[in-house]
């Protein structure tokens, strides 16, 4: 009641709590394309190298969710040309990118002289740190993803699930496939505002993966996605409120034990309908 109560008299919060929900439907949106296509561990790949961005902007004077933004499209384009290129040992590669890029973006924050709270808030996630204006970019941008989504809709489904066919059928499966990472570069950088760069990850593909036990399209584990999402993202803020804990942390911990709670229901569910 506390939780609710402060919604109706301070503004931060509400606006912690619009921009956690919006940064969710971003990840409902562009999760189920990383859990089909089992690419979690570029998106990784992705999420990890921002902090160089971050840390460079944040070195610079500029902002670091526009350094986010920057380095999370360069690293998608880079991540995804070293998975297309077939070159031997592809995961290390990619892991060594992951490396190097928080080196990088450690190295600059260290030069930078002071402490900046909300540079540690991108890093841990904080909701209740939001700034003024955030809710309109952030409306905007996840606009502009469920645009581009539903206008490469059927050709990207067919690259996920049968990249050959498409191929054969003269669909541009290795454009397609650079757009859905910068497209998930860009919803990295969107679910930075709920939970942070640490666990980033765990929010673009927990609520997905909980979406995969119910639905049978790709539609349908977008919109389950979605809403899971949104839930434990409402659910985790208002826990952390009550109980004073860091809401990133909060959320990622609501999360997956959702996701624990659906996969095992789901599996006694099959024993006993067996």
Known sequence: MDFINALFTQSFLRQALLVGVLASLAGGLVGPY???????????????????????????????????????????????????????????????????????????ISQTPGYNANLMSYLFGNLLLSSEGLVKVLLAILVGLAVILWLIHRPLTAVIFDEEFARLRGVPTKFLYLLLLCLVAVTVVLLLQAVGLIMVIALLTLPAALAGHHARSLA??????????????????????????????????????????????????????A
């Open 34 to 108: 990383v859990v089909v296509r089992r690419i979690g561990y570029l998106a990784g790949g992705i999420a990890h190298t921002v902090l160089a961005g971050m840390g460079i902007a944040y070195f610079i004077g500029s902002s670091p969710i526009v350094g986010a933004f920057v380095c999370a499209i360069v690293a998608a384009l880079l991540i995804g040309s070293i998975s297309l290129s077939g070159v031997d040992q592809e995961d290390t590669l990619i892991g060594a990118l992951w490396a190097v890029g928080m080196a990088v973006g450690v190295l600059f």
């Open 220 to 273: 349908g584990m977008m919109l389950i996605a979605a809403i899971a999402g949104s839930v434990f993202t409402i659910g985790g803020l208002a826990l952390s409120w009550q109980a004073d804990l860091p809401s990133g942390a909060t959320i990622v911990l609501l999360a997956g034990t959702g996701y624990i709670i659906s996969l095992l229901s789901r599996r006694l569910i099959r024993r006993f309908t």
